[in-house]
């Protein structure tokens, strides 16, 4: 068989860049990062001219700012975090490079269908660890399973999700209508299998945030197919609201605002009874005392932040700062929120008006945006959907001018 570059560069991003294999030692593992970047990043080169300059400069200018935040903090860090910032820095340009080539040379679906074997790959090995692994770990947010712990599988399989309901819609766009075969009725079922196995593993990890962002794609995308002829027009209203950049933006920064609201959110009767119901009040109030800090954090090193994998916060009261765009503001500083929010819009508008096609993606990056609002989720995964949805948006732009 003839390697296609294409495909290549893609299952290394996927496969070197993306995830990491909790049996692989870490300075192993970013040595192995290394030699993906530097592949990626001949790639990227090689084919410039098929990225749009804008993507490219926005997406570089977010990386360089987490850049100078870990060169600068380079002696508060150490060299192994330091290292591993410049690492995510440079995969951070990757994630939106690679995508956008691939897809301008080798079109969305074959790359979507590349990009989702290549997860499989990670997804099924992940699956049985954590069947064997049981129900009662004692903390499966530790790195006890294939991938990692339960939040690498849960939103590993939400991304899953996002590429199999983008090449269904494809595949139904090629088809015609109401003829139903064989190979449409088999992959119905191994899908609605799929979406099962999925939910229950979220379910079984206990990983609940992982669980509302699978149910928030899936209903958008069901009401999006099952009612399009009758609610036409007031659906196509409400994908043209969700898909405008500024709502984008809008988003991203209300999932910021929770770390100032939740006091107030948790004091209303029906949420705390909801969450005393579900066991989680203990989880919002840890929650509550790290947003208490986190002014105090931001306000020492405000501009340019704490640099990539940081532990500052460990040292107030938890792991990380338990939302997305304060997990930025602490690495990046206010430079980083910026770009982040620039670069979610000019994606958001390269994007848009793609005819409805693109729309699994912009699920994706809204179930990440409203999962942000408790924890750090706009990293690489958000990043990626966020390049997926651009430039296969851009495509279809490009195919119907030509």
Not at 57 to 66: P, R, T
Not at 131 to 137: P, T
Not at 299 to 323: C, D, E, M
């Amino acid at each position: 068989m003839k390697l296609d570059i294409n495909y290549f560069a893609v299952q290394i991003m996927w496969l070197a860049l993306f995830l990491r294999i909790t049996a692989v030692n870490e300075i192993t593992w970013l040595l192995i990062e290394l030699m993906g970047c530097l592949f990626c990043t001949g790639y990227v080169i090689k084919n410039i001219k098929c990225i749009n300059r804008s993507t490219l400069i926005w997406g570089g200018v977010l990386a360089f700012s987490y850049l100078i935040s870990s060169a600068v903090n380079r002696q508060y860090n150490g060299l192994y975090v330091t290292f591993s910032g410049v690492i995510y820095a440079w995969k951070m340009i990757l994630y939106i490079a690679v995508p956008w080539i691939s897809v301008m040379k080798r079109g969305s679906r074959k790359i979507a269908k590349v990009s989702r074997d290549c997860l499989l790959l990670y997804w099924v090995p992940s699956v049985i660890t954590v069947l064997i692994q049981g129900r009662n770990v004692v903390d499966n947010a530790n790195n006890i399973y294939f991938i990692g712990n339960k939040f690498n599988v849960a939103y590993l399989n939400v991304i899953l999700l996002c590429f199999n309901l983008y090449l269904m819609r494809r595949d139904n766009n090629e088809r015609q209508r109401f003829v139903l075969s064989l190979k449409i009725r088999h992959s119905s079922v191994l899908n609605g299998l799929f979406y099962f196995l999925i939910i229950y593993l979220d379910l079984y990890m206990k990983a609940y945030t992982g669980l509302f962002m699978i149910i928030f794609v899936l209903l958008l995308s069901f009401i999006s197919r099952l009612f399009k002829f009758k609610i036409n027009r007031r659906w196509t209203g409400f994908l043209n609201f969700i898909s405008s950049p500024i709502v984008l933006v809008v988003s991203v920064i209300l999932s910021g605002i929770v770390t100032v609201a939740l006091d107030a959110i948790m004091s209303l009767p029906t949420i705390a009874t909801y969450l005393g119901t579900i066991g989680k009040t203990g989880n919002i109030l840890s929650r509550t005392l790290i947003y208490k800090n986190l002014g105090e954090i931001i306000s020492k090193k405000p501009w340019i932040g704490y640099g990539y994998g940081t532990a500052v916060v460990s040292r107030y009261f938890g792991p990380n700062a338990q939302n997305g765009l304060a997990q930025v503001a602490i690495q990046a500083g206010i430079i980083g929120v910026v770009l982040m929010l620039l670069i979610t819009y000019h994606c958001g508008k390269m994007g848009k008006n793609s005819g409805g096609r693109t729309a699994p993606f912009l699920f994706g990056v809204y179930a990440f945006i409203l999962s942000a609002t408790v924890e750090i989720t706009l990293g690489g995964s958000f990043l990626i959907l966020l390049a997926f949805y651009c430039v296969c948006g851009w495509e279809r732009k490009v195919k119907e001018e030509t």
